[in-house]
């Protein structure tokens, strides 16, 4: 079965500072990767998602991920991190289910704190 | 644009009592829907998914139920809730077919129970 493990469960930077939260799955296909990121009191919010090709994914608000199969991980990054990006940040493997749909299976989420 | 909607935003309730959470979106036809759930210190996970109306499959076994009784309505359900049903509940939709399209999730339900 697959799964994602967020080894971090709370992050603290310096605004400005540049960040990578790690994700690391298991899963025995080849696998689809998504980041979210949850606000206080609000939904998900897709940030970038990986399915072929490029290893390198850019996303909104400035990030990236890097797929390494050979680590089974992908790990999220930002050069610099504003204030406004203090939040709980979850990694996911999509699989397959029934009907053409797809089954997401989220990490345990960082939370990530924006110090002056 | 399309938009999902939660209600209630938050909820205490005791032990025993039943629950009923809705979940509905706007601005499409013919959605998947799906209900997660995100317990205390661990990730979300999918409790139930459905393909359209009437049709609903379950992830796990547990004290929940769900309905989809309208194209973009999907409601969570229980008889007797448990302290262990407490948690964050999330609902979801994407467009049908391709694996690779994006779910939406809506605001979500803080259900604690008593």
Redesign the interface.
């Known amino acids: 079965a697959q799964s ?1 493990t ?1 080894p971090d469960i709370h992050i603290t930077v310096s605004e400005g500072a540049s960040l990578e939260l790690r994700c690391n799955y298991s899963y025995g296909a080849t696998p ?1 990767l998504f980041w ?1 990121v949850q606000s206080p ?6 940030l970038l ?1 990986y ?1 072929s090709g490029d290893t390198l994914v850019q996303g909104i608000k400035g990030f990236e991920a890097e797929f390494k199969r050979s680590q089974s991980s992908f790990n999220l990054r930002k050069p610099s991190v504003h204030w406004s990006d203090a939040a709980e940040y ?1 990694c ?1 493997v ?1 699989s ?14 960082t939370r990530l704190t924006i110090i002056p | 644009s399309q938009t999902i909607h939660q209600w209630p935003a938050t909820l205490v309730q005791p032990v025993g009592s039943p629950l009923s959470l809705e979940c509905t979106v706007e601005g499409t036809s013919n959605p998947n829907l799906y209900w997660y759930r995100q317990a205390a210190g661990r990730g979300l996970q999918l409790l139930f998914y459905s393909v359209g109306i009437g049709q609903i499959s379950s992830e796990v076994p547990q004290n929940l139920s769900a309905s989809r009784p309208q194209d973009r309505q999907f409601i969570l359900s229980s008889k007797k809730l448990l302290l262990s049903d407490s948690g964050f509940y999330l609902c979801a939709w994407r467009s049908g077919g391709d694996r690779r399209d994006e779910q939406f999730f809506g605001p979500g339900t803080r259900l604690t129970v008593l």
Do not use: I, R
Not at chain 1, 41 to 46: D, E
Not at chain 1, 96 to 109: D, Q, V
């Open positions: 994602v967020q689809y979210y009191g609000q939904g998900l919010q897709l998602k399915f979850f996911a999509g397959a289910l029934n009907f053409g749909n797809e089954k997401l299976t989220f990490g345990t989420g």
